[in-house]
Nanobody, 130 residues
Framework: QLQLVESGGGLVQPGGSLRLSCAASVSRLSLDYYAIAWFRQAPGKEREGVSCISSRGGSTNYADSVKGRFTISRDNAKNTVYLQMNSLKPEDTAVYYC?????????????????????WGKGTLVTVSS
């Protein structure tokens, strides 16, 4: 069982920065066995994958819309995944969710994707507006 709690959202002006955190409460298995993804859902739009990171942090993926502006990272010792968001635009306004995909009990660094997520957080709102 895994519980995810997002934090760090808020109101920011265009061009500003925010860092989102996804804190995981792990009851049995280490966060090492989970790939993590960030999603967002803007009002009236479908949820979209923003960025994901492999289970040990060796590989990452970004949506075209955020490449060069967002950076995903993880600290498995702290059971936390981060999304650093720079040069924010009004179109980045959305509820941001983190989600975990169990990739098996292995020492390998397992790749991430935006499908088949096993656990979800409740989201944090990011509003980019002047």
């Amino acid at each position: 069982q895994l519980q995810l709690v997002e934090s760090g959202g808020g109101l920011v002006q265009p061009g500003g920065s925010l860092r989102l955190s996804c804190a995981a409460s792990v009851s049995r298995l280490s966060l090492d066995y989970y790939a993590i993804a960030w999603f967002r859902q803007a009002p009236g739009k479908e949820r979209e994958g923003v960025s994901c990171i492999s289970s040990r942090g060796g590989s990452t993926n970004y949506a075209d819309s955020v490449k060069g502006r967002f950076t995903i990272s993880r600290d498995n010792a702290k059971n936390t995944v981060y999304l650093q968001m720079n040069s924010l635009k009004p179109e980045d306004t959305a509820v941001y969710y983190c989600a975990a995909d169990f990739r098996g009990v292995t020492s390998r660094d397992m790749s991430c994707s935006y499908a088949g997520m096993d656990y979800w957080g409740k989201g944090t709102l990011v509003t980019v507006s002047s």
